[in-house]
């Protein structure tokens, strides 16, 4: 017990007085009339510390919860029931906004026994919180123990179906199983949910042509495009499905688009280069690399792709001069000869650039 002496009055605080700025910050949004909420009429111990805190806090308003933190779940539990205070009685009277923040975050930092802790908590403040039972589903999936991971995530998507995380790892968890129907029957329901989730599109897909329903495969991807029409890793995708199964006009017809497709990351930019290289569309290749490295934020390597089209259209000079900037890096033989020089030049062009054989 310590004495605390304000304006000639002491109160008297114990190792508990603390803890109450924590789950009044941590589940209560800050405010003492909610927390008051949750005790019953009995509980003098539970108020008289409230009291106490409040005046406290009116008179040294820098005391803050921050002050006394980190916590656990087990120091959480064990000030309820130090107070006497149900947490299953809970459900509706607080915010459980706080302690998802803290799993969250115990998750990304792998600490998965401290995620379970936080998630069983939530679970038995509110037993149908979806996210608890993503987090812990999550966490067994990291582990590898998919069986048990698909049951935690399917009460989460059950019980919200919003939940895109869930859902995505859900299907994953599927797919990786070899069970590709109800991993594309997830994913299928994850675009209708959100039209916008590239990265559904893609994995459905791939469900598809795991269950060799290419045809599936093409209508996912062309509705992709549809909804993107810039959007190139797509089209280059449809366009190999498309070949696949032998349809070469429609494969034609995405590959001129891709031709045109401004690229928006250096991955689209190498592959777009790629296949404008192979048609012989040197002109509109440098015009492509140009545009994407003017704002300076690209990689500087990207710049050994205009080479090819520098030498094609006679201008060694400014193809030197690119190669001369590499001349010292091992990324002129690592990623130059075998991504560039070797599939675009002929060996009398490398060995008139000097370049690595």
């Not at 005046?55 to 087990?74: G, R, S, V």
């Not at 999550?138 to 939940?163: F, M, P, R, W």
């Not at 199964?245 to 991955?267: C, F, H, L, R």
Request: charged fraction near 30%; include cysteine.
């Amino acid at each position: 017990m310590i004495k605390l002496s304000m304006n000639e009055k002491s109160i008297s605080i114990d190792e508990w007085t603390p803890y109450f700025f924590i789950i009044r910050e941590l589940f209560f949004d800050g405010r003492w009339d909610a927390f008051m909420c949750i005790l019953n009429d009995d509980n003098k111990a539970g108020k008289d510390q409230i009291d106490k805190c409040k005046k406290i806090e009116n008179c040294c308003p820098q005391i803050k919860a921050e002050l006394f933190y980190p916590t656990t779940p087990a120091e959480i539990r064990d000030f309820f029931s130090t107070f006497n205070i149900n947490i299953s009685t809970m459900k509706g009277l607080c915010s459980l906004d706080g302690l998802y923040d803290i799993a969250n975050e115990a998750l990304l930092d792998e600490d998965y026994e401290l995620t379970k802790e936080y998630a069983n908590l939530i679970l038995d403040i509110d037993d149908a919180s979806a996210y608890a039972y993503d987090l812990i589903g999550t966490v067994l999936y990291n582990q590898g123990k998919i069986k048990k991971a698909i049951e935690h995530l399917e009460k989460a998507v059950a019980l919200d179906g919003s939940l895109a995380e869930a859902s995505s790892t859900l299907g994953q968890a599927y797919f990786n199983l070899r069970e590709y129907k109800k991993a594309s029957d997830v994913w299928k329901k994850m675009i209708e949910n959100n039209p916008d989730d590239v990265l559904a599109y893609f994995t459905l897909a791939d469900s598809y042509i795991q269950q060799k329903s290419y045809t599936q495969a093409i209508s996912t991807l062309t509705q992709l495009v549809e909804r993107f029409p810039n959007h190139l890793m797509g089209k280059v995708n449809l366009i190999t499905l498309l070949r696949m199964i032998g349809d070469t006009v429609q494969a034609e017809k995405y590959e001129m688009e891709v031709e045109t497709t401004q690229p928006k990351s250096s991955t689209e930019l190498e592959i777009w280069a790629r296949m404008n290289l192979q048609k012989e569309k040197y002109d509109i290749v440098e015009k492509g690399i140009k545009d994407f490295l003017k704002d300076g934020s690209a990689p500087d390597f990207l710049k050994l792709w205009l080479v090819v089209p520098f030498l094609k259209n006679g201008r060694k000079a400014d193809a030197l001069e690119i190669i001369e900037e590499f001349k010292d890096s091992n990324i002129l033989f690592n990623y130059g000869k075998h991504q560039i020089f070797d599939p675009f030049l002929d060996e009398s062009e490398i060995w008139e650039c000097g370049l690595p054989c």
